[in-house]
Every structure is written in structure tokens, then in C-alpha cells.
């Protein structure tokens, strides 16, 4: 998996920010003020997820992706609170990549439970995929992750039902 990240690198799909180009940008300024703001609303284990934070506001990024779910940590946070930023967890892009068409439920499945045992979370697919449809489809915290989803449904011409169905099976 982490090979699969350092060719998105390599290749330009994911973007490394470093000081000197928050320098360069002329933001970093910004970042900094934006740090100490978000620090006044985490612990001190949340540094990473501040800065993470910090950094989308900054740049004025539409999403983050988070490995920090626990209740009241960044990511449960950017799900209630008023930011402009959507919040994924590892499963979130794993779904939103199959929902594409980009990777099969079977690769879908593996990757999620290699991930899952790696990590250490002891997470249930089923349970993440539940919460993914409460959160995008019939729950959301916030009407503008429903309207993301619908967007994104329409975009990708998704059959979201039976994308669902096909994992299920596959899980159960």
C-alpha cells in the first residue's frame, strides 16, 4: 500500500507541503496562525491531525484524510463543526474508490483488511460500511456531504445499491 502512495508522489497525484513552499506560497503565516487556533481545540496527542488541519484550511483544501477517529479527536470534530473541509477515513477512500469503478469489491475487500490488520484497529468492514451510508446517503451530520454524495453518485453514474450488495456478499 505504501508503495502505491510513493508512485501517487512520484507521479503528482498527491502533493508533499513542506515550510518552504508554505514560504514560497506566501501562506505560511497563515498555516501558523491557523495552528495556534486549532491547538486551543485538541490534545497534545492530536498534533499531527492540527497541523493536517491546519494545512487544508490554509490551502483551502476540500478534504483531509485522517487516520484519527476516535470520539472527539480531529476527524469526529470535522464531521460536526463548521468547517469547509470533509473529513475521510481510510475506508472512505477505499468505498469512494470502488464506488468508481477503480478497484473491484474483491480488491476493495483485501485492501481494507490488509489495512485494517496493519494498522492495528480491529475494525469491522460491514460496520464501516454502514456507518460510510449513514454518514453520505440517509444520516449525514451536514446536508452538503449528502449533496457531495449525490453529486458524486450522478457523476459516476453509480448504481449505489447494488455496489453495496456486491460487498455485502462478498464479506458476508
Known amino acids: 500500500m505504501l508503495e502505491r502512495v510513493d508512485e501517487d508522489i512520484a507521479n503528482g497525484k498527491i502533493k508533499i507541503y513542506t515550510d518552504a513552499l508554505l514560504k514560497e506560497l506566501a501562506v505560511y503565516k497563515m498555516f501558523k496562525i491557523n495552528v495556534e487556533e486549532n491547538r486551543l481545540l485538541y490534545q497534545a496527542g492530536d498534533l499531527g491531525e492540527v497541523y493536517a488541519i491546519s494545512l487544508a484550511q490554509t490551502i483551502g483544501a476540500y478534504s483531509l484524510i485522517t487516520d484519527d477517529t476516535k470520539p472527539g479527536g480531529p476527524y469526529a470534530s470535522l464531521l460536526q463543526l ?54 453520505f446517503v440517509s444520516d449525514p451530520y451536514k446536508d452538503e456531504e449528502r449533496e457531495w454524495m449525490n453529486r458524486f453518485i450522478e457523476k459516476y453514474n453509480i448504481r449505489l445499491k447494488t455496489k453495496f450488495l456486491e460487498l455485502r456478499q462478498l464479506i458476508e
Request: no cysteine; hydrophobic share 45%.
Open 82 to 135: 463548521d468547517y469547509d473541509i470533509i473529513p475521510f477515513n481510510f475506508t472512505d477512500i477505499l468505498l469512494l474508490r470502488y464506488l468508481m469503478d477503480t478497484a473491484d469489491a474483491e480488491q476493495t475487500v483485501n485492501d481494507f483488511n490488509s489495512i485494517n490488520e496493519e494498522s492495528m484497529l480491529n475494525w469491522s468492514f460491514a460496520s464501516q460500511i454502514k456507518k460510510f451510508i449513514k454518514r
